[in-house]
């Protein structure tokens, strides 16, 4: 009796990762598209398969939510600690949105509201001219799901399931209280999944302006979770 839940038990876990494999592949797919050229998607599929058969061994039936829900959090969260193992973003670019969000922050405590560019450009000793240069530097954060951004705790969370949704909810406020072009320009670019020229249409702005958008929206959601706890 013993013996044949064993091989019960064996076939089901065998069966609940054949069944999940699509998923493993539809989240390396959904996240690639947003990652740099050099990112593989069979990585993200490797280390997801690992998460994977890391949530069949832990899934508990009664913990209140169903396998594929466990199961795609431990995806993407194996996904996702690969690439912050990566540390793929290059540094120049993690040095100006750190700047870039710093000042955002101190002028929002000054201020009392949302700076305008001239304003930001000022306070790092930069013409706006030379501000929009560094903000279409930073745009090339959008290489990455927005998400994953390094700006929230979490990491070190032993219930991963309830750190990842105080993170998305977190997030969520954030974006909520970003300057409406900006929460449109991000809407359209995550949610709606247009490129960049299709945002510049929507917006009646340039290509290069929607980057210059999204740069500074991406610092500002930094500077509004840094100390998120």
């Not at 054949?18 to 592949?25: F, G």
């Not at 194996?78 to 912050?84: V, Y």
């Not at 299709?198 to 702005?205: A, C, F, K, R, S």
Request: hydrophobic share 40%; proline share 3%.
């Amino acid at each position: 009796m013993i013996a044949e839940y064993a091989i019960h038990s064996k076939r089901k876990g065998e069966d609940l990762v054949s069944l999940h494999l699509p998923l493993v592949k539809r989240i390396a797919g959904h996240m690639a598209v947003k990652l740099p050229s050099h990112i593989e998607i069979d990585d993200l599929i490797q280390v997801g398969l690992i998460g994977l058969l890391k949530a069949k061994e832990d899934y508990q039936e009664d913990s209140g939510a169903t396998f594929s829900t466990y199961a795609t959090i431990r995806i993407r969260g194996a996904m996702m600690d690969e690439l912050r193992a990566r540390d793929w973003l290059p540094r120049s670019v993690q040095k100006n949105l750190g700047q870039v969000a710093n000042a955002l922050q101190r002028l929002e405590q000054r201020f009392g509201r949302a700076p305008k560019d001239f304003e930001v450009a000022s306070e790092l000793g930069l013409s706006l001219d030379e501000y929009y240069v560094v903000l279409a530097d930073v745009s090339l954060a959008r290489l990455t799901p927005v998400e994953d951004i390094d700006l929230v705790a979490g990491d070190g969370e032993p219930d991963r399931e309830v750190s990842e949704s105080l993170r998305a909810a977190a997030l969520s406020d954030a974006i909520e209280q970003l300057p409406e072009k900006e929460r449109l320009m991000m809407s359209l670019y995550y949610v709606d999944n247009l490129n960049l020229k299709e945002i510049g249409l929507v917006l009646e702005v340039s290509e290069s302006r929607v980057s210059q958008i999204h740069g500074q929206a991406i610092a500002r959601l930094k500077s509004q979770l840094r100390d998120w706890n």
